[in-house]
């Protein structure tokens, strides 16, 4: 079989952002919100590194190492909200959260 | 005309006739708190100043050639645009007339007022409504605009409504002079829109300019009607509200709630003359419009008729006078609209004269009784108050037309007017003569059940009858002279170079030949009439007022009642309006001007009150509408 | 690479996708998230981005995960009995999904690669990545250091003790 083309690789990105997103919209559990978070980023890199071996460009790459470095800021400081918030209500359910209500 | 501003300072004297009785008032309103018994000096003091300037003034008028005016500027007013007025005084004989009736008459009664409101503790704000009538009066007669005109205008109305409700704590008081306020504001609004018309056409509001631009004005029109009939007939309407005629007149019997010497100054000799002296200042716009002095002259004559018809029933010696007054002012006008203006402006000089004296009287008469005012109370008063009764003899005789006396000489300049006028109506004549009789009959009846027979006073007011002040019975006898001497003044020759043709074609402002004896005999005939059967039914038969009113039954009641005129004016304007404005208050305002208010508060809150479901507080919602708003993006992308 | 190859192993990334976002149990999604991260590291080898196929490991699969597995332990969190939002949500979240899902897939199916030379020399390996690094993007690097210090002070200013 010959090389895949560089569609099936965004098809496949596709598919895995959405699967983020309803992990995001639907689980009740917010560590489970922040893989699901993780994963759409994931999907972002691929559609990246595809375009960057299609393009032959290493700029690519570089936008996946940032967005790898900003992905791991992110989870340390949500992780310590997410601790911070446990604390004070006892709970990561999302839909438990919802002082900000009307 | 030509003005002029000749020597060192004739003009600039203008202003000084009214400045002095203005600084009066701002006297009694500061020094005069402290120090109320200089009202009784100042308060007199300033109108006699006043009288004094006004006859240096006419002095420096006689050194002008004949017809001539002086003109003082006093300051620029309103300068906007096309339209200007200025703060100015114009002294011609019109005026001069005027002023001194206003001046000279306006001191005496303060004179008097000193005695009347001597125990009254409110004399100082008493003196200061006096000069500040004085004042506004000034101004409306030596005004040279008729803007100006109309501010004095205004000026005198407000110390009328002041002046009638003085004695405010009795609400009677308060609402005669909120009648009064609000009967001339109707007319009011007439002159006003009179006003506007006429600037309007002309570009002009001074007295000099508009008698420049007559030929103009006699071919305008607006909406159709000829421009000069239009604007006399509304400025008389304004007229009719200050001077008392049909159908405005309804307030000056009310206004007889005022101390006595009120209604001497402001409603018998000076502020009911305004309107009067207004018609015939514009006498020659009205010379363009003849059915306007139709009007006017059909308006005096029924109101002449109408008042000393009414006069003959009432019982309060005020009331009497207050309907002879309207009678007397419809006399007036009856003289202006057939064309003889310089005989209505002398009968507004002689009964200045013989009203005020007739006020004074009665007030003196009040003031010795003890404050009665109901005549059936009254009687035999004659030997006890000599002065006041020889006094009174006099006005009577002077109003009732028997020559040599004034009310005679102008009378009949007026009523000849009517037979041989420039715009001469026979009918009117006589009416006017029956207009005569009745005045002749109801003051006799005045004079007879007052001074002459029995007294019906009781006895302790009886016993306290007593003569008035010489502060009091000074300006009686004075007025009583001028009252019986100012016949003689030959006013209506004096003002004729003012009163006389403006244009060229337009007849003279008296009649062209003096009136024949027959004519003057049937008038002193008439009068002699009237008096003689006053007193057979007053003094020599004392029945016969009874049987004559159960004879006339339901008529005399109506008479009484005044012919239910303010009853009428009641149910069809006053009580309509009441209900249009309640309605407006309770129903109007909260359902419509709240409802529309609270209304759009009510749909705020209610539209916020369904958005803000929005705001769940859960994260997974908003993320939601994320994803929504991405797939819109991602659409519109792909669309391209 | 090799379309077969490809299949099987997008095949598989979506079943740990799938992992992830369905399974109850919070420990059992971190696991098949680093499922999923280790075949996509695969999927960047075959793609000629070595360097960024091993950050992927070390950094995502090697720590991020590791920190997930961390606050799940220490929060002892158990499975719940409940685990999807409400009824309306989860069909909402479906339908915007799907249509997500179906645009995205139209809208890169027919992308075409673009100009390819031969690929130079080197590419995807630490050197030609760090050649940019250090002269294009310069910047944003020291800016992403500078990130990286604020958020580790965050992290530990925001899970401290109240005292």
Redesign the interface.
């Known amino acids: ?29 917010i ?6 978070i ?2 759409m980023l ?1 999907a972002v ?2 559609t990246f ?2 375009f ?5 460009s ?2 690519g ?2 936008i ?3 967005v ?10 949500g ?6 918030m ?2 004070n209500r006892e709970t ?4 438990e ?6 | 005309m030509v003005t002029m501003a000749a020597g060192p300072l004739p003009t600039e004297l203008l202003r000084w006739i009214v400045a002095l009785p203005a600084a009066g008032v701002l006297w009694h309103v500061s020094a005069g708190r402290r120090w109320p018994a200089s009202a009784r000096v100042v308060g007199p003091g300033v109108v006699l100043g006043a009288f004094a300037v006004a006859l240096a003034a006419v002095a420096a008028l006689h050194a002008a050639p004949e017809g001539a005016a002086l003109r003082d500027h006093v300051a620029g007013w309103i300068a906007a645009g096309p339209f200007q007025a200025d703060a100015a005084l114009r002294l011609d004989r019109l005026s001069a007339v005027m002023t001194l009736v206003v001046t000279g008459i306006g001191f005496l009664i303060h004179v008097y007022s000193v005695g009347y409101m001597h125990d009254d503790p409110d004399s100082v704000r008493f003196f200061t409504y006096l000069n500040l009538f004085i004042t506004a009066m000034l101004v409306l007669v030596l005004a040279d605009n008729l803007l100006l005109l109309f501010v004095g205008w205004e000026g005198v109305g407000l110390c009328s409504y002041l002046l009638i409700g003085f004695w405010y704590t009795d609400t009677a008081n308060a609402v005669a002079g909120k009648k009064a306020f609000l009967v001339n504001r109707i007319g009011d609004a007439a002159f006003l829109v009179g006003l506007f018309l006429l600037w309007n056409a002309t570009g002009t509001l001074d007295f000099a300019g508009l008698d420049a631009r007559l030929s103009d004005l006699a071919t305008m029109t607006v909406g159709g009607w000829s421009l000069p009939l239009v604007a006399g007939l509304l400025l008389l309407a304004g007229a009719c509200g200050k001077s008392a005629q049909i159908p405005l007149y309804v307030w000056l019997p009310d206004a007889m709630a005022g101390p006595t010497p009120v209604s001497a100054l402001i409603h018998a000799a000076t502020m009911v003359t305004a309107g009067v002296y207004l018609v015939a200042r514009l006498h020659g716009l009205y010379a363009l419009a003849p059915a306007a002095l139709a009007v006017v002259a059909v308006i005096g004559t029924a109101t002449a008729l109408f008042a000393a018809v009414i006069g003959t029933a009432q019982t309060d010696i005020k009331r009497v006078l207050a309907y002879s007054t309207i009678s007397q002012l419809g006399f007036m006008f009856l003289g202006l609209g057939v064309g003889v203006p310089g005989a209505a402006i002398f009968h507004v000089v002689t009964h200045a004269f013989f009203k005020a004296l007739l006020f004074l009287g009665a007030g003196s008469v009040i003031h010795a009784l003890g404050g009665e005012q109901d005549m059936r109370r009254m009687g035999g008063l004659a030997r006890r108050l000599p002065v006041t009764f020889w006094t009174m003899v006099a006005a009577t005789l002077a109003i009732a037309g028997i020559p040599p006396l004034s009310g005679f000489f102008s009378k009949d300049e007026i009523v000849w007017g009517a037979f041989a006028g420039p715009h001469a109506a026979p009918v009117l004549g006589v009416v006017a003569y029956t207009a005569a009789f009745l005045t002749a009959f109801y003051m006799g009846r005045l004079l007879c059940m007052t001074f002459l027979g029995e007294c019906r006073a009781s006895e302790e007011v009886q016993h306290h009858v007593h003569e008035s002040p010489w502060t009091m019975l000074g300006p009686l006898v004075v007025l009583a002279a001028l009252a019986v001497g100012g016949g003689f003044l030959p006013v209506p020759r004096y003002l004729d170079p003012v009163l006389g043709a403006p244009l060229p074609g337009i007849a003279a402002a008296h009649a062209e030949t003096p009136a024949p004896l027959g004519v003057l005999a049937l008038a002193t005939l008439v009068a002699a009439a009237g008096l003689a059967l006053a007193y057979w039914m007053y003094v020599v038969q004392p029945a016969m007022p009874w049987i004559v009113t159960a004879q006339l039954g339901g008529f005399y009641r109506l008479v009484r009642d005044k012919f239910r005129v303010d009853e009428l004016y009641d149910g069809v304007v006053v009580r309509p309006l009441f209900a249009l404005a309640g309605f407006f208050a309770r129903v109007f305002d909260p359902a419509v001007v709240d409802g529309a208010v609270n209304g759009a508060g009510v749909a705020v809150a209610a539209t916020s009150a369904l958005w ?2 929005l ?6 919602h908003y ?2 509408s994320f ?1 929504l708003g991405a797939i819109v993006l991602v659409a519109w992308f792909v669309r391209g | ?4 190859l ?1 299949l099987v192993l ?1 095949a598989l ?2 079943l740990g ?2 992992g ?2 369905l399974r109850t149990n ?1 420990v059992h ?2 696991l098949a ?1 680093v499922a ?2 280790f075949l ?1 590291s695969v ?2 080898v075959g ?3 070595q ?2 196929a091993v ?2 490991i070390i ?2 699969a090697g ?2 995960v590791v ?2 597995l961390f ?2 332990m ?2 002892n ?1 158990q499975t ?1 009995v ?5 009824g309306t ?2 069909a909402a ?2 339908a ?3 249509a ?2 179906a645009l ?2 139209a809208a ?13 020399a080197g ?2 390996a630490t050197v ?2 760090a050649h ?2 250090f002269t ?2 310069l910047l ?1 690097f020291e800016l ?1 250091s500078i ?2 210090l ?3 002070v ?6 401290q ?1 109240k005292r």
């Open positions: 079989m010959g090389p895949t083309p560089l569609s099936w690789y965004l098809v496949l990105s596709a598919v895995l952002f959405v699967i983020g997103a309803l992990g995001v919209l639907v689980r009740r559990n560590i489970v919100i922040f893989m699901a993780e994963l994931n890199n691929l590194v595809a960057a071996r299609s393009l032959a290493t700029d790459q570089v996946v190492f940032f790898m470095t900003v992905a791991a800021a992110e989870a340390a400081v992780l310590a909200i997410i601790l911070a446990f604390r990561v359910n999302a839909d959260i919802t002082s900000l209500r009307w | 803000r479901r705001q769940t507080g859960n994260v997974q993320a939601l994803l | 690479m090799n379309q077969l490809f997008a990334t979506v996708a799938l992830v976002v919070p999604s971190a998230l999923t991260l996509l999927l960047f793609l000629d981005a360097l960024v950050l992927q950094v995502y720590a991020i920190l997930f606050v799940i220490l929060l969190l719940d409940r685990v999807l939002g409400g949500l989860v979240a479906l915007g999904g799907l997500l899902a995205l897939v890169v199916r027919g992308a075409s690669p673009g100009p390819r030379g031969a690929l130079p590419f995807g030609s990545l940019k690094l294009d993007y944003s992403t990130l990286l604020v958020a580790v965050g992290a530990v200013a925001l899970a003790k």
